[in-house]
């Protein structure tokens, strides 16, 4: 099993340009996490979902859009994206039972200049 | 919503010596509490979790406690290693909201050999 795939690893945007963030997962998890980690922050649950077609916005959702059409993919897009947007991304996943562990992707360091 | 401090933010200590990492929550409802570890250029991972219904639990060298009167809790690592080098975040979230979770701003542990 591969786990918890993310793609691009790396991207440098443009100011105002747009990007879509891919996260795979082959273990038939159903709820699945965007995060985002700043030095000295943390991480911040950006849009979460709990099953197939289902989001639900996190902590710091502003800027930001998903989609879940299939159960092992979540998408994170930035519509326009902007300097406060550089960051590292990571995506998670858990099973449906409450306190699952949640098992994280490698991340995307995103550059936007 | 939860709030979640952790100190210190950085932690060192001879190999052998033992480390512990603490964190206070403000929100009396959340009943789970994870650890993670990540190191450099990967995702977190988890290293152990409590309940709020248990006082401590353990795994080898690592163990955790909750003080849920003070609301807080923390993580001890006996016998420490240079293995067990890494970025430490704790997080605490209500088992019955979609196993969400609100981080720590992390702490920097290095074992010096």
Redesign the interface.
């Known amino acids: 099993n591969a786990g918890?795939t993310q793609t691009p690893k790396f991207r440098v945007l443009k100011t105002g340009q747009s990007m879509t963030l891919l996260c795979a997962q082959d273990m038939n998890h159903e709820?699945m996490?965007w995060y985002r980690q700043d030095p000295?922050?943390?991480?911040?649950?950006i849009h979460?979902s709990?099953g197939e077609g289902t989001t639900?916005k996190?902590?710091v959702p502003d800027g930001y859009n998903v989609s879940r059409l299939k159960k092992q993919n979540f998408l994170l897009g930035l519509e326009s994206a902007a300097p406060s947007q550089t960051s590292v991304y990571?995506c998670?996943s858990?099973y449906l039972r409450?306190?699952?562990?949640?098992y994280?992707?490698?991340?995307t360091r995103l550059t936007v200049t | 919503g939860e709030n979640v401090e952790q100190h210190p933010s950085t932690l060192s200590v001879q190999e052998g010596d033992s480390a512990v990492i603490k964190c206070t929550y403000s929100d009396s409802a959340s009943n789970y509490f994870p650890w993670y570890k990540q190191e450099l250029g990967k995702g977190p991972q988890l290293i152990i979790d409590i309940r709020s219904n248990v006082g401590e639990k353990k795994d080898q060298r690592i163990a955790v406690t909750l003080n849920k009167t003070a609301k807080h809790f923390s993580l001890h690592i006996t016998e420490t290693q240079p293995e067990d080098s890494a970025v430490y975040f704790c997080a605490a979230g209500r088992l019955e909201y979609g196993n969400k979770l609100v981080f720590g701003a992390g702490t920097i542990l290095r074992v010096k050999s």
Do not use: H, I, K
């Open positions: 918890v709820y996490y000295g922050m943390g991480l911040r649950l979460y709990v639900a996190g902590e990571f998670a858990s409450q306190g699952d562990e949640q994280f992707g490698p991340g």
